[in-house]
Every structure is written in C-alpha cells, then in structure tokens.
C-alpha cells in the first residue's frame, strides 16, 4: 500500500459502494458525518436495525443507512479497509484509497439476517 501511494494513488476520484450492515459514518476514520462534503457521500438503508427475518413484517427502509446498534466495530472496520482516512484522523491508520469516497448501502438488520431480494436490490 506504501508504494501505491508514494505513486500518488489514493483514490481521488473513485466512489466505493459497500453492502454491509451499515457504516458508522461517525468513527473519526470515517469523517463523522454523511452526505455531501463528507467521505460517506450517500447511501441507504434497505433493511432497517429490527428485522427479524420473519415473513409477515417486511423491512423497514429509510434514506439514512447508519445502524443504531454497537456493533463492536464490525461498521467502521469493513468501511476502513479501503477509503479510511490518512494518518493524523481518527486512529492513525491509513486505508488502501484514503481520497476515495463511500456509498453504504445497509442490507442487514442488526440481528444479522437479510433477504435474497434485499441484497440484490441493493447491486
């Protein structure tokens, strides 16, 4: 990753969309806000903290794709792979494309379960 960026690529210009379980958009590495002008530019919820996988209450969708449960980090690890920002933010560690911005789109519930027709919607 070193050489890569000592290259001078670091992912300007590039829009990463991560399927998870949601971003903590708040972790320092991640800028600590959501939208335009911030590192996770925009997203969605496709599944909402509550589903249960239980056929007869569908998700619950919404615009804002920040899960309210502690994960134990599992959010702003899977985001920080990639477009964590450099050194000097949040907890000095450096991502592979720390110029890149992030689309999170949520297609699991705090529970964990997920449909088929959630996450291809989400593709």
């Known amino acids: 990753v070193d050489r890569v960026h000592a290259l001078g690529i ?16 708040t972790h320092p590495s ?4 959501y939208g ?3 590192k996770d530019i925009g997203g ?3 599944i909402g ?3 249960a996988g239980i056929p007869w209450i569908p998700p619950v969708e919404d ?6 449960f502690q994960s134990r980090g599992h959010r702003a690890h899977v985001a920080g792979n990639a477009p964590q920002y450099p050194e000097g ?3 000095g560690l450096t991502g592979v494309t720390p110029d890149a911005e992030i689309l999170s789109y949520r297609v699991f519930s705090c529970y964990g379960p997920s449909t088929t027709e959630t996450i291809l919607r989400a593709l």
């Open 10 to 25: 670091k992912g300007s210009g590039v829009k990463i969309a991560i399927i998870d379980s949601g971003i903590d958009y």
């Open 30 to 33: 991640l800028g600590t806000g």
């Open 36 to 38: 335009l002008g911030n």
């Open 44 to 46: 969605y919820a496709f």
């Open 49 to 51: 903290n509550w589903y």
């Open 63 to 68: 615009d804002d794709p920040l899960a309210s």
């Open 89 to 91: 933010s949040g907890f």
